[in-house]
T-cell receptor
Framework: AQSVTQLDSHVSVSEGTPVLLRCNYSSSYSPSLFWYVQHPNKGLQLLLKYTSAATLVKGINGFEAEFKKSETSFHLTKPSAHMSDAAEYFC???????????????FGKGTKLSVKP | DGGITQSPKYLFRKEGQNVTLSCEQNLNHDAMYWYRQDPGQGLRLIYYSQIVNDFQKGDIAEGYSVSREKKESFPLTVTSAQKNPTAFYLCASCTTTGGSNQPQHFGDGTRLSIL
């Protein structure tokens, strides 16, 4: 079965310290991978996407993610947290269906990031 | 600026009432989607449409209906058959060309509550 798991529902860090938000997927097929951020009462904004051109993907606002096929992981990191990073983050996967048709997105349940001053 | 506009931002429904949520995009995207978001559950797909005059049920379509008469518009009706409609509803759109790594673009959502 195809699925995506965000390992932490809530992560709390101090301002200026590193951020790690974990995401694992399970699939027999090569997925497309995305990270989105959602601020309260707002829609989802794309942070970055994995395009298979490089395993380390750089996104907006200093975030990056590394695709590790052997571990089926796509963890999101940032070297130094800022107060404005406090939000909910979603790991999202799209699996290719049989015949190469584009599948729908599967969303993780989200990780709420808190940033302490 | 190109984007997705959802309206209204807040909506209240009375017992037995149908309500319609608006979603308009000017990104020239073929595909449009409706999601429901509940706390701690991520996003669940209600309906999607890959082309005008065609749409498919998602994972939780019961109690909802949609139409796709124009490329730019994909309204969602929450019918009285939906017994637990209180949620945050998000509309998204996506191009269908360029491969599977094309991201979906989201509106700012409509929060629906029961009176």
């Amino acid at each position: 079965a195809q699925s995506v798991t965000q390992l932490d529902s809530h992560v709390s860090v101090s301002e200026g310290t590193p951020v790690l938000l974990r995401c694992n997927y399970s699939s027999s097929y090569s997925p497309s991978l995305f990270w989105y951020v959602q601020h309260p009462n707002k829609g989802l904004q794309l942070l970055l996407k994995y395009t298979s051109a490089a395993t380390l993907v750089k996104g907006i606002n200093g975030f990056e993610a590394e695709f590790k096929k052997s571990e089926t992981s796509f963890h999101l990191t940032k070297p130094s947290a800022h107060m404005s990073d406090a939000a909910e983050y979603f790991c999202v996967v799209r699996f290719m269906n049989y015949g190469g048709s584009q599948g729908n997105l599967i969303f993780g349940k989200g990780t709420k990031l808190s940033v302490k001053p | 600026d190109g984007g997705i506009t959802q309206s209204p931002k807040y909506l209240f429904r009375k017992e037995g009432q149908n309500v319609t949520l608006s979603c308009e995009q000017n990104l020239n995207h073929d595909a449009m989607y409706w999601y429901r978001q509940d706390p701690g559950q991520g996003l669940r797909l209600i309906y999607y449409s890959q082309i005008v005059n065609d749409f498919q049920k998602g994972d939780i379509a019961e109690g909802y209906s949609v139409s796709r008469e124009k490329k730019e518009s994909f309204p969602l009706t929450v019918t009285s058959a939906q017994k637990n409609p209180t949620a945050f509803y998000l509309c998204a759109s996506c191009t269908t060309t360029g491969g599977s790594n094309q991201p979906q673009h989201f509106g700012d959502g409509t929060r629906l509550s029961i009176l």
